[in-house]
């Protein structure tokens, strides 16, 4: 069982469209991290949760830590979100992934 | 200041030899990650350090792998002797603390070994 799941794995949304990508975790956590790795490879830190919710434009991330959730949402897609969403948790010293969600947002 | 810088980008090499990896984070920041991501198996941490000393290489897949922080400033990755499965894309990223702040990832190196 992984510690960490995410969903959908891949996800095709239309521009303009309000887009959620979920992750669940197993473990008791420091904190959780959203990436985000564009098509060209590279790997940006969009989020970094430990309570509550965080809003960066139109990206707002959401943790749960009662029910182990947390919730990555696009406003107002656009192609340039696709990309992969990762989920990360740090627990006490390690650090469990997702396997990411492919998000292509068509035109 | 110049973000994570990794170096080299890519990297080809006959297996057997030895691969070393290379990775300057920000300043100031007192944690580096290194991770390795493949398609089989995504991002997976290999290994981080936390004021220059290791604190969990669990992820380290094998004894030919090995990594090194001499200082604040600089960090190594080497693999030795490299085989066909270590290629994979090597990234490397530091943040301010290990748990709780945001981590900046560098470009990666991509390792191919033949």
């Known amino acids: 069982k992984n510690e960490v799941e995410q969903s959908p794995q891949n996800l095709t949304a239309q521009e303009g469209e309000f887009i959620t990508i979920n992750c669940s975790y197993s473990?008791?956590?420091?904190?959780l991290h959203w990436l985000q790795q564009h098509p060209g490879g590279g790997i940006v830190s969009l989020f970094m949760?430990?309570?509550g919710k965080k809003k960066h434009g139109r990206l707002i991330a959401t943790i749960n830590i009662q029910e182990k959730h947390s919730s990555l949402h696009i406003t107002a897609s656009h192609p340039r979100d696709s990309a992969v969403y990762i989920c990360?948790?740090?627990?006490?010293?390690?650090?469990?992934f997702g396997t990411g969600t492919s998000l292509t947002v068509i035109p | 200041d110049a973000g994570v810088i990794q170096s080299p980008r890519h990297e080809v090499t006959e297996m057997g030899q030895e691969v070393t990896l290379r990775c300057k984070p920000i300043?100031?920041?007192?944690?580096l990650f290194w991770y390795r991501q493949t398609m089989m198996r995504g991002l997976e941490l290999l290994i981080y350090?936390?004021?220059?000393?290791?604190?969990?290489d669990s992820g380290m897949p094998e004894d030919r792998f090995s990594a090194k922080m001499p200082n604040a400033s600089f960090s190594t990755l080497k693999i030795q002797p490299s085989e066909p499965r270590d290629s994979a894309v090597y990234f490397c990223?530091?943040?301010?603390?290990?748990?709780?702040?945001?981590?900046?990832f560098g470009q990666g190196t991509r390792l191919t070994v033949v």
């Open positions: 990223a530091s943040s301010l603390t290990a748990m709780n702040t945001e981590a900046f």
């Open positions: 473990v008791g956590i420091s904190a």
């Open positions: 949760l430990s309570s």
């Open positions: 990360a948790v740090g627990s006490r010293n390690q650090f469990y």
């Open positions: 300043s100031g920041h007192n944690s």
């Open positions: 350090f936390n004021n220059n000393v290791p604190i969990d």
